[in-house]
Nanobody, 113 residues
Framework: VQLQASGGGLVQAGGSLRLSCAAS????????MGWYRQAPGKQRELVAH???????VYADSVKGRFTISRDNMKNTVDLQMNSLKPEDTAVYYC????????WGQGTLVTVSS
């Protein structure tokens, strides 16, 4: 499975960004699609994921601000990020799980105060 992520950038606090990720290759057995992030000096953490059945999980820190969505036909997963805060600054990674977990290349999100 190959993942291509896009949509990162620089935004002011309170602003919005949308991340997109497209999976290609052996996508038949993909179960969960999601986003993780890693801030400087911190461990990578789950932001949100969505199962093939549409069940979602969000980190407490993003609940009510971020929305994950998935298109099973297109094998894409998007993350709409609203009311961004400086502490959301991180490299965001798309990830999908089938028999293994596959990672995208990471896209930088910078939120200025």
């Amino acid at each position: 499975v190959q993942l291509q992520a896009s949509g990162g950038g620089l935004v002011q606090a309170g602003g919005s960004l949308r991340l997109s990720c497209a999976a290609s290759g052996s996508t038949n057995n993909i179960h969960t699609m999601g986003w993780y992030r890693q801030a400087p000096g911190k461990q990578r953490e789950l932001v949100a994921h969505v199962t093939s059945a549409g069940n979602t999980v969000y980190a407490d820190s993003v609940k009510g601000r971020f929305t994950i969505s998935r298109d099973n036909m297109k094998n894409t997963v998007d993350l709409q990020m609203n009311s961004l805060k400086p502490e959301d600054t991180a490299v965001y990674y798309c990830a999908v799980t089938s028999n293994f977990i596959y990672w995208g290349q990471g896209t930088l999100v910078t939120v200025s105060s």
